[in-house]
């Protein structure tokens, strides 16, 4: 008897114990939150900080902390997906970039958008802005944005 449940147990212990399928990864929320401490040290003169979570064949996932306003930018063939994990912004999508130059293949960057929407986020908020579609994140003075930024090559 002692011996069937020890080879029960393991029959079903082996299984759990196994590594996770290739391409697999999983960031636990309370990771995530310390992001917000973990980056707010490493801004740049634009005062935000980036990290590359994780790379794929048509996406990588990444992290980021901003405590100003960040440049227009369009991306030609990459969408974003933003999830909101701290903080709140407003993201203004759509229109035309002010003053866009090619900063790399495929992206712009310039000053302002004209004509866009402007959309509230907060955490907990996901947006999804399609390829070859301006956007630009504004923050107001003394508020912060931490997000995870899922950049998917169409």
């Known amino acids: 008897m002692k011996a069937l449940f020890v080879s029960m147990s393991m029959a079903i212990a082996v299984p759990l114990m196994a590594a996770d399928p290739p391409g697999f ?3 636990p929320a309370a990771a995530l939150k310390g992001f917000e401490r973990k980056l707010a040290p490493k801004m740049n003169e634009k005062k935000v900080a ?3 979570l994780a ?3 048509k996406h990588l996932v990444m992290v980021a902390h901003r405590e100003g306003s960040g440049e227009s930018e369009v991306h030609e063939s990459v969408a974003d997906v933003f999830v909101v994990e701290s903080g709140e912004a407003t993201l203004v999508v759509g229109g035309k970039v002010v003053g866009g130059k090619p900063t790399g293949p495929g992206e712009i960057r310039g000053t302002a ?3 866009g929407v402007k959309k509230k ?3 907990g908020d996901i947006a999804h ?3 070859n579609t301006p956007h630009q994140v504004l923050l107001e ?3 912060q944005l931490t997000y995870v930024i899922v950049k998917v090559t169409e």
């Open 113 to 115: 958008i004209e004509g």
């Open 141 to 143: 003075p003394g508020k």
């Open 55 to 57: 790379k794929y064949d």
């Open 121 to 123: 986020l907060g955490a």
């Open 25 to 27: 990864a999983h960031w």
């Open 50 to 52: 980036v990290e590359d």
């Open 129 to 131: 802005i399609p390829a």
